[in-house]
């Protein structure tokens, strides 16, 4: 089942009008060989979708009394103290001509080598770029870790099997996921005598600075009678 937005074209507001942007969001909805359009919809209705579309799901946007359209959540500005949404551009699409969409990865599965030889897994990439048609647009794509038996094994982008009629503008050697090795005991016991001496380091070119700055201002206390 499709999701629905209700807008409509944004009214210039009168004289002494006071705008509440906290109950309706401003917007702009412009396509491939469409003219842009200034609308507006009720921030509450935005969330509801937002929080089911975000930025990679195509819904139907229906302005007015006009038929709905296809489109896509390009961008949200939010107020940076509230964080709520204050502004939002609407991609409307031709669904005979592709699209390029950054699509979430979702991990799944479990990797021996973090399971069993105590690994930790590093995810490179948290969304993967893709190129098709809007009515082929996947929500999300799944990566199954569970083929990371060794601290050698990796996931490319290449080993990926995207659905029919999709296919990634990112290059099939890029990783996606590893596991690193966990540090051995004389490792972490390096890395803590390095934090010790990074500290002691620190502490003793203040001291030299320190004294560095006492000597040159009794050098020029001593300058001082000579002068006279």
Do not use: W
Not at 23 to 51: C, M, N, P, Q, W
Not at 52 to 64: A, E, M, P
Not at 77 to 90: G, L, R, Y
């Amino acid at each position: 089942m499709s999701t629905t937005l209700q807008a409509r074209l944004r009214q210039k507001k009168e004289a002494g009008t006071k705008e509440k942007p906290e109950i309706t969001l401003k917007a702009v909805v412009y396509g491939h060989g469409l003219e842009s359009r200034s609308i507006e919809v009720a921030t509450s209705d935005f969330l509801k979708v937002f929080k089911t579309v975000k930025h990679s799901t195509l819904f139907d946007l229906v302005v007015g009394n006009d038929a709905p359209v296809k489109a896509l959540i390009s961008e949200v500005q939010v107020n940076p103290v509230t964080m709520q949404p204050i502004h939002a551009d609407f991609r409307q699409l031709r669904m005979d001509e592709s699209i390029t969409v950054s699509v979430p990865l979702v991990y799944t599965g479990e990797a021996l080598a973090v399971k069993a030889l105590g690994g930790t897994l590093i995810r490179s990439l948290d969304e993967l770029e893709v190129e098709c048609l809007p009515a082929d647009l996947p929500k999300e794509i799944v990566v199954d870790i569970s083929s990371l038996a060794t601290f050698e094994d990796k996931i490319m982008v290449g080993s990926l099997v995207l659905p029919k009629g999709v296919k990634t503008t990112v290059e099939a050697n890029v990783t996606l996921a590893t596991v690193e090795a966990p540090l051995s005991e004389e490792e972490q016991k390096q890395l803590e005598q390095g934090e010790v001496g990074d500290v002691t380091a620190i502490k003793t070119e203040a001291e030299e600075k320190k004294e560095k700055e006492a000597t040159e201002e009794s050098a020029a206390e001593a300058a001082e009678p000579a002068k006279k």
